[in-house]
Structures are given as structure tokens and as C-alpha cells.
């Protein structure tokens, strides 16, 4: 087995909350070590952690992409292991030659050429003179640069000069490279290059941590996965369990404070102005999500049936009442209604007092997610909402163990399809396609 | 010892980056410029102008010494400058190069001092200034004039050892280095640097300057190249050997904060 690459070993590391403790803990921690002391590791008031004992290994030719929403600490533990910052605990080993992509292109004179910059760059990553000149011409090729590498970088648009960063970067062989966010540059056929280069450099062993928002440029880059939340990770898993507890993490986050429930009359907006209103003849108290064994929930697994459950509080007897839910998705409204007239083709009658309605949603091809609920309540003959909530409950669906959705997380609706594969001339028997020839391309895709 | 050792490994591992940093910046100043390069000659002779003018109108009264003033005041102020000039370019090292700090994995010694190659350009430089001086003048150089870059060493490592402690205690605290920038200004009125030295009355004011250490790295160097003798030699070599220490002490200042700066830049 061979020797780690990169060993992690409790590594935390705290950050003052304001430049005034900053200031105080910095002078603080400069006196205590020019007497000979240590700093002070422990957490005083008004400084956090911003990593909080991490601990991970990787072998060479391990690709691990590092996962978290904003502020969660990811760039921090790339900034400790490109030693940058120093840790407050802990420890961080890296064997071999240390690449840092860590904001490509970042860093060029603007009066010099691309040419120039080119040397600088390539120095500043730790290539000698020669190195980059043995390199020159790979580098612009893989930039793309052409003659444009001799005119002042000021005039580079921002794509070129992102291109010539990353390839300074990755045209040198590294051992270790350290990359933060800076895949999803230049056009199409450049990003497909990006991720060419990065898989050619795994192949020849180098170890590769990954720092992204996209759990697409993860998966298709990584073999591990790491998710910091809150400062804090639970270790190597696998990249698709990193990238479904991520998008687990950002559900929560997403997931909105729900207000609209458990309304006073008094307050309710007889016109359609605010998130809820209504002409105040009824009144939705409480909307809540419950499972299978009727426990209310914020979550569910996917495929799994929910029921919603509508406390009503009638306030004169209703007839021709329509009982109506809609459902958003994040980013599109009203991806499915639920109406009790089109289910069921009737209408309710209810007598003054409290009234609750379930609606059970058998099986629902949800994608992971989080969705919410909008109820209302209406009355055939009166042409308007007797009550009306844009957002009365919300429901996280999971990802599911056994498969990974990852396409795009903006649609809603998983749909089951069967999938087979046959060559062309089998459908339309007057083509003639080289059968071998159809198949090899089919499986490139 | 006391960091000496780690300093030199640091800066030859980056000899590269600091040789390519002094060669962007070298570059990109005069870049866009219709005089160019000749900008690296005009800013110290506009320097100079500028004195001569003062006296020529008759504002400074400097007392006649055996060195034409206008020579005295300008081998004085270049050895003189070579203090800010050190103490600002390390102090403000890490600061102008935070974005690298962030980026790369250079040694931040290489960073902090990697701006002293501009110092050491800019040397050169002023000697070829003085050079034009000294003909316009009439005045002979003696051989010291060729040892100028060893005689000023003292100045730029004594301006490196305080720039050393700044550029990290600097980043920590902001105003530290603003503060020592405005005390080197007051430092210079109790240094013959523009006045001779037999010129004070006051007695206070005189033993000042007798007990300011550098006063004698000011005016030996400068008493050495016009007239090719110096009094005090000797407290100058002691206190030479004293800004050795001191950087070795501002080393130590540095290796022990260095990793308490990149999260303040």
C-alpha cells in the first residue's frame, strides 16, 4: 500500500468575529509566543471556529472533492494545506510538489504580456526558468492564446486570461494539487479540456483535493468526498455520498422558515396582496406533513407516501367547498395542484367548528428536494379564495441509498423509464451503418 | 541560529520568485511611459534639484564644511534613504503581496523581502547620480566611493531588522507602521543629514546627535567617499555589527508571528 500523500490530523483553526478581537487576540497571541509561550488554543469570546478538528488521509492518484455551503470551511482547509494558514490544532503532512489553483488568473500585471506573465505565474507555482520554457509552448496551446500571448494581459478578456492561469496551473506536473472552484471556466470544449488535463494528472498519481459547489464537476472528477458542515466533517466517503449529503445539507438550509401557519383572524388580508389572506369565512389553523404512521415530519425518503393534514376552522357552515393544494418546487412555481373537486369530482359541506382534512399523496415521484405547500380553500359559487397560504409547510425528500440523482437539481418530477439500445439499421432496414462502428460511439457517450 | 539559518534556506529556495517579482515590477513601471527607462534617472536628479533650489534661494543655512554642501547633502540624504527606503519595503512586503501569501506557497520571507532587490537597483542608481554630481561639482570621489554599496549595509540591514518586526506586528496591528515611518522622520532632524554637524549650538540638540547611532552610519560613509577619512570609525564598525544582531533578532521576531499574519492581510 502506498505511503499517504496527504495526512490530516485534527486540524482546526479559529478566526477572530470582528478586526477589533482580531487585533486584540493578535497582539495577545504575538506577546505570549515573543516570551516564549504558546498561543492560546483555546476558543476565546469572539472568535469562532472556522474548522474544527478534520481529520482525513489521502494515497496518490486519490481525487477527493471537498464539499460545504458557504462559510462552512472548505477554503479554509485549503488555505491549511497549502500553507497559507497555520492550524491552531492539529497537524497537516503533504508529501511531494504542491500545485495551488486556488483563483486562476488572479495575480497577472495587467501591463505585462501573456508571455511575460506566463514566467512570472509559472515561478510564483514553484517551476524554474527552465522548467516554464520547456513548457511554454504547451501552456499556450492548452490556453489557447495563439498570437494574443505577446499583447498586455489588460487587454486579455476575462476568459482568456482564467485560461491562461489554469493552464500555468496544470501544465505543470504537480503531486499534490489543490483546486478551489475554478473548473467552471472558459467555454465548453475548455472545460471538457480542464477536466481532460485533471484526469490525465490522476492517472499519473496525483493526488487532487477539489474544492466545489457543484456536485456535477465533483462526481465527474472524484473518487472520495469529504463534507464540511459547520466547521466540522465526518471523513472520507464515498464522492456520491458526499454529494448527496451535501445537497441534504443545502436542503436544510433552503428549507423556509415556515410563518404562514396557525394565523389569528384579526391579522388575515381579505385581498391577495400578502402570502395569506382570504375573506376570513375559514380559516387553515395548521397544515402539517405526516407519514405513514400519521408522525408529523420535515423529511421524507424518496418515494415515500405523505399524507397532508389541514386543521380548518369553519367559521359560518360552507357548502360546494373545494379543498386545494399547490405544490412549489424551489425554483418552479406550481409543479403539481392537488384539488379535491378534480380528484374526486364533489364538493364538501361543513358545519361552524374545527374541521381537519388529510390528503394522502400515494407514492410521489418527487425528486430529492425541498418542496412546499401552498393550501386554499374555496367555494364554488364565490369566484374567490375564502382562504389562501403561499407557504403553509414544507418537506425535504431525501436522496434515495441505492441511486444517485445529480442531473439537475432544479427539476421536480422523477418520471420511470425503461431504456433499451438497438442499431439504427435494425429500425430502418435501408441504412447501412457500421453496426461495430454505431456501437463504439454509443458507448463513448 | 535565531532563524538565520531558516532566512537563508528560505531565500535561496526563492531566488527565482524574488528575481521574477523585481523583474515584474521593474518592468511594469515604466511600461506606457514616454520617457521609459530614463524614469529610473530623473526621480533622484528631481531630488536633487529641489535642495539646490532651497539653497540657492538662501532658505538653508547649512555652515561651510569641507565638503561642498550641495555634495554633503546629497551623499547624506542617499545614505539616509536607504533607511525608509529598506524599512518600507519589508515592513510592506507581506501586505503588497497578499494576494500571492493566499495563493502560492512561497516562503513569506521571500515576500517581505523581495522588494529589497528594488532597493538594491535603486542603489546603484543614486551612485550613478552622485557620479554626475561629483563631476558638476569638480569633486573627486575617493576610492571608498567604489566600497559605497558595503558602507550603506549597515543602513539598509538596520531599516531591514525594524521593517522584519513591522511586516508581521504591521499586519497585526495597522498603525504600527505608520507610527514608525513618522518617528524615522523625526529621527532625521537629530541626524546630520542636511546640516553639519559643527553647525548646533544647542547642547542638548548636540549630544543628541552624539548618542543617535545613526549619525555615525550617516557620516562615516559619507566623510569616507569625499575625503577618504572619518572620525569614529570605530564606534561606526561597533554599531555596524550591531544591525547584524538586530536582523537576526527581527528574523526571529518574523519566524515566530509569520504564520499569525496571512489571516489579517
Not at chain 1, 103 to 129: D, H, K, Q, W
Not at chain 1, 234 to 239: A, D, F, H, P, R
Request: net charge neutral; glycine share 8%; hydrophobic share 45%.
Amino acid at each position: 500500500m502506498a505511503k499517504p500523500s496527504v495526512i490530516v490530523e485534527g486540524v482546526s483553526k479559529k478566526f477572530g468575529l470582528s478586526l477589533k478581537s482580531a487585533l486584540k487576540y493578535g497582539l495577545l497571541d504575538s506577546y505570549r509566543r515573543l516570551i516564549g509561550k504558546d498561543s492560546d488554543h483555546s476558543l476565546r469570546p469572539g472568535e469562532f471556529w472556522a474548522l474544527n478538528d478534520v481529520s482525513f488521509s489521502l494515497e496518490p492518484g486519490d481525487t477527493l472533492g471537498i464539499m460545504g455551503i458557504n462559510g462552512s470551511g472548505k477554503t479554509t482547509l485549503l488555505r491549511i494545506l497549502n500553507g497559507t494558514y497555520s492550524p491552531d490544532k492539529g497537524k497537516v503532512t503533504l508529501r511531494g510538489r504542491i500545485g495551488a489553483l486556488i483563483a486562476a488568473g488572479a495575480g497577472f500585471s495587467p501591463m505585462l504580456s501573456g508571455r511575460e506573465n506566463v514566467y512570472i505565474s509559472g515561478t510564483l507555482l514553484g517551476m524554474t526558468p527552465r522548467e516554464i520554457h520547456k513548457k511554454f509552448d504547451e501552456i499556450v496551446a492548452f490556453a489557447e492564446l495563439g498570437d494574443f500571448i505577446d499583447m498586455p494581459v489588460r487587454n486579455y478578456s476575462s476568459g482568456m486570461s482564467v485560461r491562461l492561469g489554469f493552464a500555468i496551473a496544470v501544465i505543470g506536473t504537480p503531486e499534490i494539487l489543490l483546486v478551489d472552484e475554478v473548473l467552471a471556466v472558459g467555454d465548453m470544449n475548455f472545460q471538457k479540456k480542464c477536466y481532460e488535463r485533471i484526469q490525465a494528472l490522476k492517472d499519473r498519481g496525483t493526488t487532487i483535493l477539489l474544492v466545489s459547489h457543484s456536485p456535477g464537476a465533483i462526481w465527474a472528477v472524484c473518487n472520495k468526498g469529504l463534507v464540511i458542515h459547520k466547521s466540522r466533517c465526518k471523513g472520507i466517503i464515498s464522492v456520491e455520498d458526499a454529494c448527496k449529503e451535501y445537497e441534504y445539507i443545502n436542503m436544510l438550509v433552503r428549507k423556509p422558515n415556515l410563518a404562514g401557519s396557525g394565523r389569528e383572524e384579526n391579522t388575515l388580508q381579505a385581498s391577495y396582496e400578502g402570502s395569506v389572506g382570504g375573506t376570513g369565512d375559514v380559516i387553515i389553523t395548521k397544515v402539517e406533513v405526516l407519514d405513514e404512521s400519521n408522525r408529523a415530519i420535515s423529511e421524507i425518503e424518496y418515494g415515500e407516501s405523505f399524507c397532508l393534514r389541514l386543521n380548518l376552522d369553519i367559521k359560518k357552515p360552507l357548502t360546494d367547498v373545494i379543498v386545494r393544494m399547490q405544490i412549489n418546487a424551489e425554483m418552479i412555481k406550481s409543479i403539481a395542484i392537488i384539488d379535491s373537486y378534480e380528484s374526486g369530482g364533489s364538493f364538501f359541506s361543513f358545519p361552524e367548528g374545527e374541521h381537519v382534512v388529510d390528503i394522502w399523496v400515494r407514492r410521489p415521484n418527487l425528486r430529492p428536494g425541498v418542496y412546499e405547500f401552498g393550501p386554499s380553500v374555496l367555494q364554488k359559487t364565490a369566484g374567490v379564495h375564502l382562504y389562501y397560504d403561499y407557504c403553509a409547510a414544507s418537506l425535504i425528500v431525501k436522496q434515495p441509498a441505492n441511486r444517485f440523482f445529480y442531473a439537475d437539481f432544479r427539476a421536480s418530477v422523477h418520471l420511470d423509464t425503461t431504456y433499451s439500445v438497438s442499431t439504427h439499421d435494425l429500425i430502418t432496414e435501408t441504412t447501412s451503418v457500421d453496426v461495430q462502428n454505431q456501437q463504439n460511439s454509443f458507448g463513448q457517450k | 541560529m535565531w532563524g538565520l539559518r531558516q532566512a537563508y534556506h528560505d531565500i535561496v529556495a526563492s531566488r527565482h520568485v524574488i528575481a521574477r517579482l523585481f523583474w515584474r515590477d521593474f518592468i511594469a513601471q515604466f511600461r506606457q511611459k514616454i520617457l521609459g527607462y530614463f524614469w529610473a534617472l530623473l526621480s533622484p536628479v528631481l531630488g536633487i534639484l529641489s535642495f539646490l533650489f532651497l539653497f540657492f534661494v538662501g532658505v538653508l543655512h547649512p555652515g561651510q564644511g569641507e565638503i561642498p554642501y550641495m555634495v554633503y547633502v546629497l551623499v547624506g540624504s542617499t545614505i539616509w534613504g536607504c533607511l525608509p527606503g529598506a524599512m518600507g519595503a519589508v515592513s510592506g512586503g507581506l501586505q503588497a503581496q497578499a494576494d500571492l501569501i493566499m495563493r502560492t506557497r512561497i516562503p513569506k520571507l521571500a515576500l517581505a523581502v523581495s522588494s529589497l532587490a528594488g532597493l538594491i537597483y535603486g542603489i546603484l542608481i543614486s551612485m550613478i547620480t552622485m557620479v554626475i554630481v561629483f563631476v558638476v561639482m569638480g569633486v573627486t570621489p575617493t576610492w571608498w566611493f567604489l566600497a559605497y554599496p558595503l558602507l550603506i549595509l549597515p543602513m539598509v540591514l538596520l531599516g531591514t531588522a525594524v521593517g522584519l518586526v513591522l511586516s508581521v506586528l504591521g499586519s497585526i496591528a495597522r498603525d504600527l507602521t505608520p507610527l514608525a515611518t513618522q518617528a524615522l522622520a523625526l529621527a532625521m532632524y537629530i541626524t546630520p543629514v542636511i546640516y553639519l554637524h559643527s553647525t548646533i549650538q544647542n547642547p542638548f540638540v548636540k549630544s543628541l546627535i552624539d548618542w543617535n547611532p545613526i549619525s555615525y552610519l550617516v557620516d562615516v560613509p559619507r566623510s569616507l567617499i569625499c575625503l577618504g577619512r572619518a572620525e569614529n570609525t570605530d564606534i561606526y564598525v561597533f554599531i555596524s555589527l550591531g544591525t547584524v544582531i538586530l536582523v537576526a533578532v527581527g528574523l526571529r521576531v518574523f519566524y515566530l508571528l509569520e504564520d499569525l499574519v496571512a489571516e489579517r492581510l
